[in-house]
């Protein structure tokens, strides 16, 4: 829909006064970059449809994509919106693709100019009506409330094989599932809850890769990291803007989905491609983020030069942990935050008598791995997982039952899932046990952990 014909239908049906009409201008001025790094995805064009078809006033919305593409794929020709002056198209042999932070450096450094707002998302995603308008009334009013605001977060599914029926209409947040051994935390989606009662967003620890929306100052200021190939992108765009002096917030309405399946996509992501190629950019990639960030983090000195990926100077990482709850040496969080309340953390002056480390919780993280030679036989009712410590004393305990124990009793399916939990206590050992109705308590296997 055109400016004129927007402001027409405004002035028709709600005003005629000169301050409407300011209000409307004013509106459809600022402009937005959508942000979308795309790797041979067919999700690619309908994204940019739905985008455009919701937007309260599409003329305001630009696009920066870099298009990892494989020419014999056909489902991500962008020729149609070559000539359209909102789209900026950085394109890209797939095979020359450096992992996602690399493609969301280049959209930011080159294809960002002059936009008021950057909404950084994927390639793969459904807009709600107004979608544009929604978000620049959230973020200026934050501000107006005195914040230096970042909206985003883990954005509900849709599921582009049966849309819109299977979209989820309820607010996501992100949520500490647990750290993983190499320092990085596994951060998942989880519902707001009493969502409906809200009326602006809620405070986050987290930002979500796949949509963060903010300012074209935030963008250029909080350089995406090119050497991070994958793992831990989250994390380090989360503490990088609270440093830099930027408030975190998850929407507390629905405004954007996301999907979070790959089966349209299956067998093309970047890591299938380099497989296929016989290249191990991804472990590689991924062991060089994993160290950047634990040197970011303050955990250790692995001896990079992060430079302008640095943290900011305005808050201190310190600051960061007290506000979510979270002690990266220790890779423990506060009971708090383990509980999904939404941060700030409370904090007290002194503690008391606990020190403030005392009031952590370790994360645990184990893959769990169980064969037909640990447990032979073919009449389990149940397994238990237990991790013990030295006295045999049970700190966590789970009993699998369901579908994963038949398909191992009849068929030997290995039975592979990570298995999470907090404790202070650290597990000495890990124990399968078979538990047969005849027997009772079965064949054992149990490992050392320490």
Aim: charged share 25%; proline share 5%.
């Amino acid at each position: 829909m055109k400016l004129n014909t927007v402001i027409i239908r405004y002035l028709t049906i709600e005003s005629e006064s000169n301050g409407y009409l300011t209000r409307v201008l004013s509106m459809s001025n600022k402009t937005i970059l959508l942000h979308l790094p795309a790797y041979r995805d067919p999700e690619l064009i309908p994204t940019i449809k739905d985008a455009l078809a919701n937007a309260e006033f599409p003329d305001r919305v630009h696009f920066g994509i870099c298009l990892q593409y494989n020419p014999d794929d056909g489902f991500d020709d962008l020729s149609e919106y070559e000539n359209d002056k909102r789209f900026k198209i950085e394109k890209m042999h797939y095979t020359k693709a450096k992992g996602l932070p690399y493609a969301r450096a280049l959209i930011n450094d080159t294809l960002l100019t002059d936009e008021d707002y950057v909404c950084q998302l994927d390639s793969h995603h459904r807009f709600t009506k107004n979608w544009d308008s929604t978000l620049i009334n959230w973020h200026d009013q934050l501000v107006n409330d005195g914040y230096n605001p970042i909206i985003g977060g883990y954005s509900p599914m849709y599921n582009p094989s049966n849309d819109p029926e299977e979209r989820v209409n309820e607010p996501w947040m992100s949520l500490a599932a647990c750290f993983y051994p190499f320092g990085t935390i596994f951060i998942r989606p989880g519902g707001i809850p009493n969502w409906q009662d809200l009326k602006s967003p809620i405070p986050a620890r987290f930002l979500s890769g796949h949509f963060a929306f903010g300012t074209n100052k935030w963008a250029k200021e909080v350089k995406h990291d090119p050497n991070i190939f994958f793992a831990g992108e989250e994390l380090n765009l989360s503490v990088r803007s609270f440093t830099h002096g930027y408030d975190l917030f998850h929407p507390h309405e629905v405004v954007i989905w996301h999907a979070t399946m790959r089966e349209e996509r299956s067998g093309m992501l970047i890591w299938d491609d380099q497989h296929k190629r016989g290249e191990d950019q991804w472990w590689k990639g991924n062991d060089i983020a994993r160290s950047r960030i634990r040197q970011l983090l303050g955990v250790e000195d692995s001896g990079h030069d992060l430079g302008d990926y640095g943290l900011g100077n305005v808050r201190t990482i310190n600051e960061y942990e007290k506000y979510a709850g979270i002690n990266f040496k220790l890779k423990a969080f506060q009971q708090y935050t383990i509980d999904n309340e939404i941060a700030p953390n409370p904090i007290q002056n002194n503690y008391g008598l606990t020190k403030w480390e005392d009031t952590f919780i370790k994360s645990h993280y184990h893959v769990i791995n169980i064969t037909k030679d640990m447990l032979p036989e073919n009449d389990y009712e149940s397994i238990l997982v237990s991790f013990d410590d030295k006295n045999s004393k049970g700190i966590h305990q789970v009993y699998i039952d369901d579908q994963r124990l038949q398909d191992f009793i009849s068929n030997g399916t290995l039975i592979h899932y990570e298995e999470m939990f907090f404790s202070s206590k650290v597990p000495y050992k890990l124990i399968f046990w078979g538990i047969s109705k005849e027997r009772g308590w079965a064949e054992k296997f149990e490992t050392v952990l320490i």
